[in-house]
């Protein structure tokens, strides 16, 4: 039976090898130390049996980048059962029949304090009519016009691949459900952004390896979904990938709706990288 652990820095360790107690300096190992690491540190657990999986974490304590971590490695993995333990005064389980239904399960279970992050991700609304012609975004706020919010992907495809450099996010919002689905991810990030964002298709806006950051973001896409309106931002976030420092990121926003069908609108985001961009100053 293999065990891994999660730490809070989404760094995956095998408790069989010495490695996680030389890294925390610790004078115990084996069970001890995961036993430890759970419910003092936040660390995530991991037990693989076979083609099933058994996930322990203390909900109070777990680190946001240690369960970001985990949700990745579950989305490369083929279980078709996931076991939840969760360490509340005892330890109480849950069988979850997919994966899907395990991470939800999981956001339901951990709580995800905004306020504690709000400092890292700042915004500020800006008028449509601050993009300059020369914009790749002004050429997508055009385009969005020019199809009358009906998604051509044929007419779309050379904007977003070409002007845009790949660096786009195309989200589903259905009418008869509050959950925010990520249809595709360009690939003009950053090299990691890239990375973790391309293991976000088909999964809900807010398991971002970031989850406090998915959650602020899903923010903003509720409200285009609502008003049916652009939305243009420029953004200051200082955004937590596993395996990385904290990185930040600067940059310019545009959300445009579109009509999928009867129930659901399509919502494309686009961004261009500013470093010029810098709310901490008029923040503090």
């Given at each position: 039976?293999?065990?891994?652990?999660?730490?809070?820095?989404?760094?995956?360790?095998?408790?069989?090898?010495?490695?996680?107690?030389?890294?925390?300096?610790?004078?115990?190992?084996?069970?001890?130390?995961?036993?430890?690491?759970?419910?003092?540190?936040?660390?995530?657990?991991?037990?693989?049996?076979?083609?099933?999986?058994?996930?322990?974490?203390?909900?109070?304590?777990?680190?946001?980048?240690?369960?970001?971590?985990?949700?990745?490695?579950?989305?490369?993995?083929?279980?078709?059962?996931?076991?939840?333990?969760?360490?509340?005064?005892?330890?109480?389980?849950?069988l979850m029949r997919s994966r899907e239904e395990a991470m939800g399960r999981?956001?339901?279970?951990?709580?995800?304090?905004?306020?504690?992050?709000?400092?890292?991700?700042?915004?500020?609304?800006?008028?449509?009519?601050?993009?300059?012609?020369?914009?790749?975004?002004?050429?997508?706020?055009?385009?969005?016009?020019?199809?009358?919010?009906?998604?051509?992907?044929?007419?779309?495809?050379?904007?977003?691949?070409?002007?845009?450099?790949?660096?786009?996010?195309?989200?589903?919002?259905?009418?008869?459900?509050?959950?925010?689905?990520?249809?595709?991810?360009?690939?003009?990030?950053?090299?990691?952004?890239?990375?973790?964002?391309?293991?976000?298709?088909?999964?809900?806006?807010?398991?971002?390896?970031?989850?406090?950051?998915?959650?602020?973001?899903s923010e903003l896409y509720r409200r285009v979904a609502v008003t049916r309106?652009?939305?243009?931002?420029?953004?200051?976030?200082?955004?937590?990938?596993?395996?990385?420092?904290?990185?930040?990121?600067?940059?310019?926003?545009?959300?445009?709706?579109?009509?999928?069908?009867?129930?659901?609108?399509?919502?494309?985001?686009?961004?261009?990288?500013?470093?010029?961009?810098?709310?901490?100053?008029?923040?503090?």
């Amino acid at each position: 039976m293999q065990c891994l652990v999660f730490d809070d820095r989404g760094e995956v360790w095998d408790t069989n090898s010495p490695g996680l107690a030389n890294g925390l300096r610790a004078s115990i190992s084996g069970d001890a130390l995961t036993s430890y690491a759970i419910k003092n540190l936040g660390f995530v657990a991991v037990n693989v049996i076979n083609e099933s999986v058994r996930v322990r974490l203390r909900p109070a304590v777990v680190s946001q980048v240690a369960l970001g971590g985990l949700f990745y490695w579950l989305h490369d993995q083929p279980f078709h059962r996931v076991m939840l333990s969760f360490l509340d005064g005892e330890w109480t389980h849950e069988l979850m029949r997919s994966r899907e239904e395990a991470m939800g399960r999981l956001l339901g279970r951990v709580k995800i304090n905004l306020d504690d992050r709000r400092g890292d991700f700042l915004h500020k609304p800006r008028p449509l009519h601050d993009l300059p012609a020369s914009s790749p975004l002004r050429a997508m706020l055009y385009a969005w016009s020019e199809c009358e919010g009906i998604f051509d992907p044929e007419r779309l495809r050379p904007l977003l691949q070409q002007a845009l450099s790949g660096r786009y996010i195309l989200v589903q919002s259905d009418a008869s459900s509050p959950t925010l689905w990520v249809k595709d991810v360009g690939r003009g990030f950053q090299q990691h952004s890239t990375y973790w964002l391309s293991r976000t298709k088909g999964l809900r806006v807010e398991d971002q390896p970031d989850l406090a950051y998915g959650k602020w973001v899903s923010e903003l896409y509720r409200r285009v979904a609502v008003t049916r309106e652009p939305s243009l931002e420029d953004v200051d976030a200082v955004i937590s990938w596993p395996h990385q420092p904290r990185v930040s990121y600067r940059y310019r926003r545009l959300v445009v709706p579109f009509h999928a069908d009867r129930n659901s609108t399509l919502l494309l985001s686009a961004t261009v990288a500013d470093p010029d961009i810098d709310l901490r100053v008029k923040a503090n």
